[in-house]
């Protein structure tokens, strides 16, 4: 009987989890719950490039990639849990896609040696790679952002930011407060009056919050929002009549769930990108060979195009690429988690590289060091066209202002170092 | 006009309208625990599936699409046609009913006389059941709801421009009223009196009074107590409906629509579980009390974002003092 139990466990095993030998990349996906609309287009995009590479290369370097998905429904218990029983599988690198979930896996992975990788979101001080080993989050990080859309309201305005009035709408919540820090110390550079408005969880009601904005008068509204928050968010800006060009959201506030229900009124809504946007290139002819005309679409194949798909993509993409390095590095194919770390170190990705990706002026060039885990903080703006229901990049990529957010990444990852008895990684 | 007072009185207005919009949400819960003594923790997830069937109908989509695909091997996602809005309506109705009757005949005639924790815990299985299966049939993307009655005239949204325009040349102040929220206020006010009559003035109305008051008495006298229940819950599916087309309409309609129930709890320990009057005077006091408290001390000495813990502070106080709600029935048991 023990025999037989055995044998089934062994059976079970081998089932459940990837071949050893195939290059693992955990998706922690949320395709359910309040924050599914933003869950699902990434998780689409993140299967869909490494389904491609599969069909199309035979995988990276000869070897297959499995994809295991274990749902989060964006909840940090549930995000932590996928984490534990996905790590045994050999996963090479983990992007969890919720900040919460990245703060609680920072010491994790660091102790696993797994490297994870937060584009775009979770701890932005993890950019100083001489206090966060582990961890990576280029291109570009929450305090980019809100230097960019800050350097694009310069431009608006001449370059003179004196006397006016920006207003931070910001989900209360560890993500939503992490641009206070970098947005008082340049309303102190430029002279601007800085107003914060939190929203709590979820957001579905702000009318307290709008009536502030429509009493106060800023110039700008910048908003740091996710999910029903941002959708809620737009309608109540349209509802004042605030001038939606004026309206800046970062880059989780600036898919097209977070316009489309607000109609014509969201026309000219503006929100940053560290990627761009739309399906207009040569690897979505790519994709529709191999991946959507063959029926291997993930989900219900009908986010494409979209913007967060295409940020799913992207972050596959960037995987994908520190693969292929961690592979040239150690001379495997076959390679471990603490390899693909090397690989994340030594990424380079150059505008060449991204075209022979058939990706073109899809990303801001970058290079990843052991000093520098977060890339150059370049992101662009996009605008949303009403009428032809679409984002459109309106800028070039631009760097942040790192005189300001280089001496905070400095200071918050110091704080984090000393608390945890950190040694320079780099030294 | 003082500024200040103006804006004072704006947002108590806005109050009393987000009021009638959490009141809509507890009158759901009010329905149903008056008639059967369960708290049922799925309302808000039935107004997610209500306004999901809603869209689903509305745009003429398969339900189980995904399901089907994955089975047969088939791509069928829409059937090719649009519904009428009031068509998708009446048969959204028609669904909620046949959950209603599903819900009686499959869980809760099974649980009658356990204790009301029991009860409880099977609507919170229920609700995530239920969340699956809204899932599953419409897909978890956010969805626009668009609910018209006839071309470009549909629910409206934006500030009523007329009442800026009034106030402004009467008292030197535009005020701000979302339109979304008068038609809302107006079609609670139309759904409490068609409740409040039909309560009153029908049969079935009338036995639904007799159930709640004693379910023993009601039996004696020939209710059927399966069928007050299923009407009870196809009650609480419209309502659940309304509030879902209500707050559809604000943010589109997505997953976290099930999170309004939250805003209905403080309104509900308020206002009182069985009160149909008591929630939407819970509703009128949470919202205005939220947004007036978040307008005057919140947002200029506490850093803001004090609405959902404040409503939930206010109810408690009036919990501590008048322990059934204000509406509610006292309490008495002899030994």
């Given amino acids: 009987m023990k025999y037989k139990l055995g044998t ?25 719950g309040p924050y599914a609309a933003g ?88 950019k100083n790679g001489k206090v966060f080993s582990h961890v990576f989050n280029f291109p570009a990080n929450y305090w980019d952002g809100a230097s960019v859309a800050i350097k694009h309201i310069l431009d608006e305005e001449g370059g003179d930011l004196s006397g006016k009035k920006i207003a931070l709408v910001y ?70 009549r605030f001038p939606m060009d004026k309206f800046i959201g970062i880059w989780w506030s600036g898919s097209e769930n977070d316009v489309l229900a607000a109609g014509a009124g969201a026309d000219g809504y503006k929100a940053l990108t560290f990627h761009n946007v739309g399906s207009d290139y040569p690897l979505y002819d790519d994709l529709k060979e191999h991946v959507f005309d063959a029926g291997k679409s993930a989900g219900a194949g009908d986010q494409a195009g979209t913007v967060i798909y295409n940020r799913g993509i992207y972050a596959a993409m960037l995987v994908a690429e520190a693969a292929r390095t961690a592979q040239e590095i150690h001379g495997v194919s076959d390679i471990t988690p603490s390899q693909m770390r090397d690989g994340m170190e030594a990424l380079e990705i150059t ?77 | ?105 499959f869980v809760f005639k099974h649980l009658v006389g356990q204790e009301p924790i029991i009860l409880f815990m099977a609507t919170i299985g229920l609700a995530y059941f239920l969340e699956g299966v809204a899932d599953l049939m419409w897909g978890s993307e956010l969805k626009a709801l668009n609910v018209c009655a006839s071309e470009g005239n549909c629910l409206p949204q934006g500030m009523n421009v007329w009442l800026e325009g009034t106030t402004y040349e009467a008292l030197g102040y535009g005020f701000f009223i979302d339109n979304l929220d008068i038609v809302a206020s107006i079609v609670a006010a139309i759904l409490v009196i068609g409740l409040v009559i039909f309560a009153q003035y029908t049969k079935q109305g009338r036995a639904m009074r007799a159930v709640a008051d004693d379910h023993q008495a009601a039996l004696s006298v020939g209710v ?75 947002a200029p000495y506490l850093g803001g974002a004090t609405e959902n813990w404040f409503a939930y502070m206010l109810a408690l106080l009036f919990l501590v003092f008048r322990p059934q709600g204000l509406f509610g029935e006292k309490i008495i048991e002899r030994v």
């Fill in chain 2, 1 to 105: 006009m003082n500024e200040q007072l103006a804006f004072t009185i704006e947002v108590f207005a806005n109050g009393l309208m987000a009021g009638v919009l959490y009141a809509l949400v507890a009158l759901g819960f009010v329905l149903i625990y008056k008639a059967s003594g369960i708290f049922n923790y799925a309302q808000g997830v039935m107004a997610l599936f209500a306004a999901m069937t809603l869209v689903g109908i509305q745009n003429g989509q398969v339900p189980f699409a995904h399901l089907i695909n994955a089975i047969f091997g088939t791509e069928v996602h829409h059937f090719g046609w649009s519904v009428h809005s009031f068509a998708a309506i009446l048969l959204t109705v028609v669904v909620m009913i046949a959950l209603a009757w599903a819900v009686q005949q």
């Fill in chain 1, 39 to 126: 869950g699902i287009p990434f998780a689409d995009g993140y299967a869909d490039y490494f389904t491609l590479l599969n069909e199309r290369d035979g995988g990276i370097g000869g070897e297959m990639i499995q994809v295991p998905e274990c749902e989060t429904a964006y909840n940090t218990e549930k995000g932590v849990e996928c984490y534990e029983s996905l790590k045994g599988g050999g996963g090479l690198v983990y992007q969890p896609l919720s900040t919460g979930i990245t703060y609680q896996l920072i010491p994790k992975v660091t102790a696993d040696d797994i490297p994870m990788l937060t584009s775009g979101l979770g701890r932005t001080s993890a």
């Fill in chain 1, 171 to 240: 989900h209360n919540s560890a993500y939503g407060k992490e641009p206070i820090r970098t947005l008082t110390e340049l309303s102190k550079k430029h002279g601007f009056e800085f107003k914060e408005v939190p929203v709590d969880h979820p957001g579905q009601e702000q009318k307290s919050q709008w009536l502030q904005i429509r009493r106060d008068k800023p110039d700008y509204v910048i908003m740091y929002g996710w999910g029903v928050m941002n959708q809620v968010a737009v309608q109540e800006a349209v509802n004042i």
């Fill in chain 1, 8 to 32: 089934l466990a062994v059976a079970g095993l081998m089932a459940a989890g990837p071949v050893m030998a195939d290059l693992v990349f955990p998706s922690l996906s949320y395709r359910t």
């Fill in chain 1, 351 to 427: 505008e060449e590289k991204m075209a022979n990706l058939g990706l073109p002026n899809f990303g801001p060039e970058f290079k990843v060091s052991c000093e520098n885990h977060g890339g150059n903080g370049f992101a662009a703006m996009t605008q949303w066209d009403a009428e032809a229901k679409e984002w459109k990049l309106i800028s070039d990529f631009v760097q942040s202002d790192q005189d300001i957010v280089q001496p905070l990444i400095d200071e918050d990852s110091a704080a984090y170092a000393s608390e945890n008895n950190i040694e320079d990684n780099c030294g």
């Fill in chain 2, 224 to 298: 059927s107590l399966n069928f007050i229940w299923v009407l009870v819950w196809s009650l609480a599916g419209f309502v659940a409906l309304v509030a879902g087309i209500m707050w559809g309409a604000k943010s589109g309609v997505q997953f976290s629509l099930s999170l309004i129930a939250l805003k209905a709890l403080p309104v509900l320990m308020l206002g009182g579980f069985t009160s149909i009057p008591g929630a939407i005077v819970g509703g009128l006091i949470i919202g205005v009390g939220e947004k007036l408290f978040e307008f005057l001390i919140g």
